[in-house]
Antibody, heavy 123, light 106 residues
Framework: QVQLQESGPGLVKPSETLSLTCTVS????????WSWIRQPPEKGLEWIGY???????NYNPSLKSRVTISVDTSKNQFSLKLSSVTAADTAVYYC?????????????????WGQGTLVTVSS | SYELTQPPSVSVSPGQTASITCSGD??????ACWYQQKPGQSPVLLIY???KRPSGIPERFSGSNSGNTATLTISGTQAMDEADYYC?????????FGGGTELTVL
């Protein structure tokens, strides 16, 4: 059974960089796309971006200028960096696996999710 | 940018059928997924590729997608189905979520 676990600071100061890591266990990070998704308090889900195990990425256009997602296959981990954060970036951050085989960019779905980690942006 | 629109809330009586819609331009030409999220929990995949259910998801959950609207149908709704529901699709290699629908069972 694939499991994902987010880790990182729960408090980040405004204008600084938010950094989170997702550790994948119970399966290999290879041959899948992996994603970050966030949810501000009492609001809906917002997709941040995804990365393939080979390192290719794509980001939400609304966050693209501030987001970097990277992967470390040797550790079965992928990471998120979000720069110049403000209070609007306060959210529960989830990592998730993109399931599906062919045509992932048309028929992919999020089949495994981490438990989520709350990141608060405050001085 | 592509948008998916869901009603903010839907109410249903126990044992009745609940329908939650998700609207988007030519959504029927894309694949829709549905997720259930209960308070304090991570989302759970309910339906993928319009109509498929992952193992472990009860048969009372079903999906359809045609024209501009995808629909999640819950037959014989139970109190435990009270949750937020989100639709999701892809547009030009970008993931799009609907705004979510709060299902109340009363």
């Amino acid at each position: 059974q694939v499991q994902l676990q987010e880790s990182g600071p729960g408090l980040v100061k405004p204008s600084e960089t938010l950094s989170l890591t997702c550790t994948v266990s119970g399966g290999s990070i290879s041959s899948y796309y992996w994603s970050w998704i966030r949810q501000p308090p009492e609001k809906g889900l917002e997709w941040i971006g995804y990365i393939y195990y080979s390192g290719s990425t794509n980001y939400n256009p609304s966050l693209k200028s501030r987001v970097t997602i990277s992967v470390d296959t040797s550790k079965n981990q992928f990471s998120l960096k979000l720069s110049s954060v403000t209070a609007a970036d306060t959210a529960v951050y989830y990592c998730a696996r993109v399931g599906g085989s062919s045509s992932v960019f048309r028929s992919g779905f999020f089949d495994y999710w981490g438990q989520g980690t709350l990141v608060t942006v405050s001085s | 940018s592509y948008e998916l629109t869901q009603p903010p809330s839907v109410s249903v009586s126990p044992g009745q059928t609940a329908s939650i819609t998700c609207s988007g331009d030519k959504l029927g030409g894309k694949y829709a997924c549905w997720y259930q999220q209960k308070p304090g929990q991570s989302p759970v995949l309910l339906i993928y590729q319009d109509v498929k259910r992952p193992s472990g998801i009860p048969e009372r959950f079903s999906g359809s997608n045609s024209g501009n609207t995808a629909t999640l149908t819950i037959s014989g709704t139970q109190a435990m189905d009270e949750a937020d529901y989100y639709c999701q699709a892809w547009d030009s290699s970008i993931v799009v979520f609907g705004g979510g629908t709060e299902l109340t069972v009363l």
